[in-house]
């Protein structure tokens, strides 16, 4: 398989890197990322997450996922997986 080119998100990359510089100087946050389905939010996650784990080794990453079919009935299912991934379950 091909690996994917990604392009032209810099000012997104710099945002969240913002973010977890906030994050490691002991400013708890989270963070959601929105967007119309195809627009690259994936794509985005997973090359900041790629780029601060190369920076930071021992970085925890957890993502939660939802959307507009099966997240309307449960608000928290984000938070679950997110939860469950930080803690094994």
Do not use: N, W
């Not at 195809?38 to 021992?58: I, M, N």
């Not at 957890?62 to 803690?87: C, K, M, N, W, Y």
């Amino acid at each position: 398989m091909e690996k994917q080119v990604f392009v032209a998100r810099e000012r997104e990359l710099a945002q969240l890197d913002g973010l977890l510089q906030r994050a490691l100087a002991g400013q708890g946050l989270v963070c959601f990322l929105t967007g119309e389905a195809g627009s690259g939010k994936t794509a985005l996650v997973t090359e900041f997450a790629r780029r601060a784990q190369e920076q930071y080794a021992d970085l925890a990453v957890a993502v939660g996922q939802s959307d507009a079919q099966t997240g309307i009935g449960d608000a928290h299912l984000p938070f679950r997986e997110v939860l469950g991934q930080l803690t094994g379950d």
